[in-house]
């Protein structure tokens, strides 16, 4: 979305305009479809897909690549990622030709408990101390590496040190963004301080420059993670979460957090057994609990499967279903008994599908009995005590790249909501997430995703990879809450159940249906297909826009097709390393 001042097209030298040097370069222009050899990237932003690209043209590897590029993110994409966020990722290891995940979900204070947000309002909740989680982006870029990558961390946080330095030019969205967040930015000194300098946005066009981020991640690149994690930048950290700078005068109430640096000392990414489905002769894989991406994207896959004909109504109503047993039964694995073979089995995707006719499902679906008896046509089971989900935004940002070895990576990373707690780390340049109000606020008995101490909230983030004959086919995922979720299944149902082109697939009008009474709708999409679909009990919500996504296609002969956006949010940047 923004390019890096200094790409001037012609220099002044003594008051004469001349041409820039023959050797330049040309001018990376960005664009959301790219094809060609050697590697790829696609995000939401320009300098963030050329500072991936840079790293695979020197040499590094997708894992080097996504997270150098994440890094940059942190910088032109502040409000949606950022080394006090956290994050997952799904990567196909050429080597091994296995996909695995890394986890970096941030996790509960050991101080949380089940009834911590009882009460307190969700618009609340989201500016205040309370909602930061241990920040799990640095521990996961760092095992990432170490594992999968060739770069050290130091090196693959250079350039977007260098980004933070120079920085980068307004466009609209920034813009918008941080209007949107103005009011609860202004009341806290430090975000106030960066993000609107002269007491407003800062305008389309100007340069926005983060020193203190700059600074940040230079002694993060020579001091490591455990500046972080139990050093000096945590001890910061958790003096802001547990005071945040509120702005005198300020009415709002901004609640103090329960981070201690005990809680940093002891997180840990982690690398859980992906998800996997067989669709459409496909290997599907997904990133596994505490998301509910993978195993939902997964159920809603399975019971297509077994759908008959599937359209647009059978698609809506997978994703009901899938969406009912997600929010009954998937939560932290580590603290609830989550029955994730069986919400991803044949037998319980054909129990599922058959309740699918030619009309709507009635809202709101039960979940199913993933048990593992499973009958021809299943009797939905009661619904245990799981509450409705609240709003979701554009929040959160993904990223794909690949290398010429044929690695693989696909990368949600987020702080939550756009612009996360609202509350940046003073002198830090870094805003701290506001990842906990992803957990279920209560009271709600039985519910699997209320806040535990040590606890990762359950997210919807889907980075996905697939599989054909064992080898990487596509990679594809998106932001947007819960919505991440049916982006992906669409792309995925668009691209191979309906035949279109990715970047049609990810062009298409999008429908997000997660088991509420009316399924949210772009404009388009209602424009397009609503009549068809009421006639058959469907009934919509407009929404201007849902999630942003970012994909690749591999093609023949080596070729590579990355794709973004070409107009949410402003639009992607895809970028080959040979054309
Ligand atoms: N917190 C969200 C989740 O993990 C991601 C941020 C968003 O897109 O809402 O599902």
Redesign the pocket.
């Given at each position: 979305m923004r390019r890096v001042t200094g790409a001037a097209l012609g220099i002044v030298v003594m008051g004469a305009l001349v041409a820039p040097p023959a050797q330049a370069r040309p001018q990376v222009e960005k664009k959301p479809v790219a094809e060609g050899y050697g590697g790829a990237v696609a995000t939401v932003d320009l300098d963030a897909s050329k500072i991936a690209l840079d790293v695979l043209k020197h040499g590094g590897n997708a894992m080097d690549a996504v997270v150098a590029g994440a890094a940059a993110l942190g910088v032109t994409e502040p409000y949606s990622a950022g080394l006090a966020g956290g994050g997952f990722i799904v990567y196909y290891d050429a080597r091994s030709r296995r996909v695995i995940n890394i986890d970096g979900r941030e996790t509960a204070p050991a101080k949380m408990t089940p009834s911590t947000f009882e009460g307190i309002p969700f618009d609340q909740a989201v500016t205040s101390g309370l909602s930061v989680g241990v920040p799990g982006s640095v521990a996961q870029w760092d095992l990432a590496l170490r594992r999968h990558g060739t770069l050290s961390l130091k090196k693959a946080l250079k350039p977007a040190a260098d980004l933070a330095r120079k920085g980068f030019v307004v466009d609209q969205t920034f813009y918008d963004q941080t209007a949107a967040n103005a009011a609860r930015f202004a009341d806290i000194t430090s975000t106030a301080a960066l993000y609107l300098p002269n007491g407003a946005p800062p305008p389309v066009g100007s340069t926005f420059r983060n020193p203190d981020l700059a600074r940040t991640y230079q002694e993060l690149a020579d001091k490591g993670p455990s500046w972080l994690y139990g050093g000096k930048l945590g001890q910061e950290i958790v003096a802001t979460v547990k005071a945040p700078p509120v702005t005198p005068g300020s009415t709002r109430n901004v609640r103090a957090g329960l981070m201690e640096v005990s809680d940093l000392r002891a997180y840990k990414a982690l690398t859980p057994e992906p998800t996997k489905v067989r669709w459409n002769n496909l290997d599907v894989y997904g990133m596994a609990p505490p998301?509910s991406g993978g195993s939902t994207v997964g159920e809603a896959l399975n019971i297509l499967e077994y759908a008959g004909p599937v359209g647009l109504s059978e698609y809506l109503d997978a994703s009901r279903l899938a969406f009912a047993d997600r929010n009954a039964y998937v939560g932290d694995p580590a603290f609830v008994q989550v029955p994730l073979r069986e919400l991803l089995s044949e037998g319980f995707a054909k129990e599922r599908a058959c309740l699918i006719g030619d009309t709507a499902l009635p809202h709101p679906a039960a979940p199913g009995q993933p048990d593992g008896a499973y009958g021809p046509c299943a009797t939905p089971a009661p619904a245990p005590g799981t509450k409705e989900q609240q709003p979701?935004?554009p929040?959160?940002t993904h990223l794909v790249a690949s290398d010429r070895w044929g690695n693989v990576a696909a990368y949600?990373i987020?702080i939550?909501?756009t612009g996360g707690a609202g509350i940046v780390v003073p002198g830090r340049g870094v805003l701290l997430n506001n990842?906990m109000t992803?957990f279920t606020f209560g009271p709600a008995p039985g519910d699997p995703n209320l806040p535990a101490p040590g606890k990762r909230?359950r997210?919807?983030?889907a980075p996905t990879i697939v599989l054909k004959d064992g080898r990487p086919l596509l990679a594809v995922g998106s932001?947007?809450?819960?919505t991440?979720i049916t982006t992906v299944l669409q792309i995925l149902v668009n691209r191979f159940t309906f035949g279109m082109s990715l970047p049609d697939a990810l062009a298409a009008p999008r429908a997000s249906q997660r088991n509420t009474a009316a399924t949210q709708a772009e404009q388009a999409f209602i424009d397009r297909y609503g009549p068809e679909l009421t006639a058959k009990g469907h009934t919509f919500t407009p929404t201007p826009e849902i999630g942003a996504a970012t994909a690749l296609e591999f093609l023949r002969h080596g070729k590579v097709q990355a794709v973004a956006e070409p107009a949410r949010r402003g639009g992607g940047s895809a970028l080959v390393v040979k054309d």
């Open positions: 998301s979701e935004g929040e959160t949600n987020t939550e909501q990842e992803d909230p997210s919807s983030m932001p947007g809450g819960a991440i």
